[in-house]
């Protein structure tokens, strides 16, 4: 039987959480083998790999993927290229799903003909879906994509935050870009503006996002998260050059000169050096320039950032530093 939907799971060093995610996927309501769980061990070092083979010998629709240590991306392109289901869906190992949503989630994938499905809004998780699941009342109208993330106010930048089919992630070649941290932030606005047919959840989450203090997000400001948001520069502004639609040009352009400001914040945060401030602009292919403030004061502080980020920081550590 082919799977309806592959749970791609990448997993690293996350004994404390992996068995709590691993459960909320087995408990759903369809039999084992109509959906697989594909956990990629991206070379644990604690005891996830133990923890992992003891729940793969309990549960038969788990496939275990074992690498060495490549970084979230590269386990969740291989989890997608192990895929067999008509739908995937990216769950962080660390985190858990509610309780028999997935035969509701796919038959809104079915019956709507979504590329995309938002079913983690930001909105409080719940631990079962309702008794009686209004698609009428709990399911926003089907957007284009383009329109989901520029109109909707809906748009959710995490990859776990949507069920996805799998034709349209292949048939697009979309892939995480490997090695780096804000991987979703480079990747996920632009899968959903190719989307034909989107639509989320608009009452309840089924995904519960847990954060803890060894997860990516809490963890210090390093040179890799810094050299990341130059990923993200380069990718936008190539995303905004390849699209004729003004609206989203614009999108895409702001959204780099964002990334290109959060960095220069970073190089102040890490009190950095002459030399990791010219490493971080020789990694940008052409500064951006776009401005997205909502006032004048605004506007002004991006554009001196973007135009004069040596000037920027100096002044920054003048003020600031030289009491």
């Known amino acids: 039987m082919k799977p309806i939907i592959s749970l791609i799971l990448p997993a690293y060093n996350v004994e404390k959480y992996i068995?709590?995610?691993?459960?909320?996927?087995?408990?759903?309501?369809?039999?084992?083998?109509?959906?697989?769980?594909?956990?990629?061990?991206?070379?644990?070092?604690?005891?996830?790999?133990?923890?992992?083979?003891?729940?793969?010998?309990?549960?038969?629709?788990?496939?275990?993927?074992?690498?060495?240590?490549?970084?979230?991306?590269?386990?969740?392109?291989?989890?997608?290229?192990?895929?067999?289901?008509?739908?995937?869906?990216?769950?962080?190992?660390?985190?858990?799903?509610?309780?028999?949503?997935?035969?509701?989630?796919?038959?809104?994938?079915?019956?709507?003909?979504?590329?995309?499905?938002?079913?983690?809004?930001?909105?409080?998780?719940?631990?079962?879906?309702?008794?009686?699941?209004?698609?009428?009342?709990?399911?926003?109208?089907?957007?284009?994509?383009?329109?989901?993330?520029?109109?909707?106010?809906?748009?959710?930048?995490?990859?776990?935050?949507?069920?996805?089919?799998?034709?349209?992630?292949?048939?697009?070649?979309?892939?995480?870009?490997?090695?780096?941290v804000y991987e979703d932030t480079q990747l996920i606005p632009y899968v959903i503006s190719k989307a034909t047919k989107v639509a989320t959840l608009t009452r309840f989450s089924c995904y519960n996002y847990i954060q803890h203090p060894s997860s990516i997000i809490n963890s210090p400001i390093s040179k890799h998260k810094l050299l990341s948001t130059t990923v993200i520069v380069n990718s936008h502004l190539k995303y905004a050059n390849e699209t004729l639609a003004p609206k989203l040009n614009q999108y895409f352009k702001k959204s780099a000169s964002s990334a290109f400001i959060n960095g220069i914040n970073k190089i102040i945060q890490m009190k950095a050096d002459k030399k990791t401030l010219n490493e971080f602009l020789s990694k940008i292919d052409v500064r951006p320039t776009a401005l997205y403030g909502k006032n004048i004061i605004q506007r002004?502080?991006?554009?001196?950032?973007?135009?004069?980020?040596?000037?920027?920081v100096k002044l920054h550590y003048l003020l600031k530093y030289s009491k």
């Open 19 to 180: 068995e709590a995610c691993i459960n909320s996927c087995e408990a759903q309501d369809l039999p084992q083998n109509s959906y697989e769980i594909i956990i990629v061990n991206d070379g644990s070092t604690d005891t996830t790999a133990n923890k992992i083979v003891k729940l793969s010998t309990i549960y038969k629709n788990i496939k275990v993927i074992t690498q060495k240590n490549q970084g979230l991306s590269i386990a969740r392109n291989n989890g997608v290229k192990e895929a067999k289901g008509e739908y995937i869906w990216f769950i962080d190992s660390d985190d858990v799903i509610t309780r028999n949503c997935i035969t509701t989630l796919t038959s809104i994938m079915e019956d709507l003909r979504l590329d995309a499905l938002a079913c983690a809004p930001s909105i409080s998780f719940k631990e079962s879906f309702p008794k009686t699941f209004d698609f009428q009342n709990d399911i926003s109208k089907v957007y284009q994509g383009t329109e989901f993330l520029l109109h909707s106010n809906q748009f959710v930048i995490g990859a776990w935050c949507y069920i996805f089919k799998r034709s349209f992630w292949i048939n697009n070649h979309f892939s995480f870009y490997p090695k780096i």
């Open 300 to 312: 002004l502080y991006q554009y001196v950032i973007l135009h004069y980020p040596h000037t920027f």
